[in-house]
């Protein structure tokens, strides 16, 4: 791209159930579409693409109307529901190749897509990879704060390299994408994905607003399913923790067995068989399960990866 040509933007919106909120999310985004179009940051063949995480309400029929309407709109309908990273990952496959530069936001307007012109801005200076950072959380409830808060520093603390309050409101080259594409695994963490791409990036912040209308989509079961894949697809700390507990159990063991050893021969005050026999097999038990359960899921993240399934299917388009 020359130095005075105006880059292709995409926009990719994973949309799951987002009926009540769509109408006012796109015309949001054309009204962005023609604010950057008016300070000449982007040409004028930039789009939106809506992906349709398989939803079962009315938000496919919205993005294919509006696509018919506004040139700015397309849309991708995934075969079945299969989650919020799936969906973004088959949105940025889809305009890999067909833009300058993507950015990826949230389908319920809490994201301020003011921010991509600040975003833009850094990506004509040269970054390609600019990420999208909460400036703060007075929005959340004390419960999100301080589970966000405790999962950042978990991630950092397991070796994960993210960036503390970023979601996946972020600016990636086209060079970015195609190198993003060559990550063939299944499960799929993108936050700590993109920043395995090594490519010069930088952070801009943004203020998060209050869902414009609807019901959050990510119930806290999915958030614990999220924070675990992330910690299991990109450390092994849970493995080196298992050795760790171990080790302190064999340290215990030993100090168990003088303990016994003291309580039968010399103070004569051991119940008969309880010490040897019921502590140790609680203890043992207990950290055996454990231990299968934390290998398990890295056995099963193999077995997914082995299998080499696609990770979506896409049923329609709509341009």
């Known amino acids: 791209m020359g130095s005075t040509e105006k880059p292709k933007l995409a926009i990719v919106l994973p949309c799951y159930n987002e009926e009540e909120v769509l109408n006012e999310t796109i015309k949001q985004i054309k009204e962005l579409f023609d604010k950057l179009l008016e300070n000449n940051l982007i040409g004028s063949e930039s789009f939106a693409l809506f992906v349709d ?10 993005i294919s109307s509006k696509a018919k309407e506004l040139h700015c709109i397309k849309g991708l309908k995934l075969s079945k529901n299969v989650g919020h990273q799936n969906a973004l990952l088959a949105g940025m496959h889809e305009v890999t190749n067909r833009c300058d530069c993507m950015v990826s936001m949230d389908a319920d307007l809490q994201q301020d897509p003011n921010a991509v012109f600040d975003m833009l801005e850094k990506f004509k200076d040269g970054y390609e990879v600019v990420l999208g950072v909460r400036d703060s959380r007075d929005t959340d409830s004390f419960f999100k704060k301080f589970t966000a808060q405790g999962y950042y520093k978990v991630m950092q603390l397991m070796g994960v390299d993210l960036v503390t309050n970023h979601a996946d409101y972020r600016l990636m080259s086209n060079r970015a994408l195609n190198l993003f594409g060559m990550l063939k695994e299944k499960n799929i963490f993108i936050r700590g994905l993109v920043r395995l791409i090594g490519l ?77 026999t019921v502590l140790p097999m609680y203890l043992l038990g207990g950290i055996e399960l454990l231990a299968l359960g934390v290998i398990g899921e890295y056995i099963g993240k193999i077995y997914t990866e082995v299998k080499d399934r696609p990770p979506y299917f896409i049923e329609e388009r709509a341009e």
């Open 53 to 62: 995480d398989g939803s079962s309400d009315k938000t496919w029929s919205i």
């Open 200 to 276: 010069k990036s930088t952070i801009i912040k943004f203020k998060n607003k209050d869902r414009f209308a609807g019901e959050s989509k990510y119930t806290l079961k999915k958030m614990l399913t999220f924070a675990w894949n992330g910690i299991t697809s990109f450390s092994v700390v849970p493995l080196k923790i298992i050795t760790f507990i171990g080790f302190l159990v064999f340290i215990f063991s030993l100090f168990l067995g003088v303990y016994v050893l003291y309580s039968v021969f010399i103070s004569g005050s051991a119940v008969p068989g309880w010490a040897s």
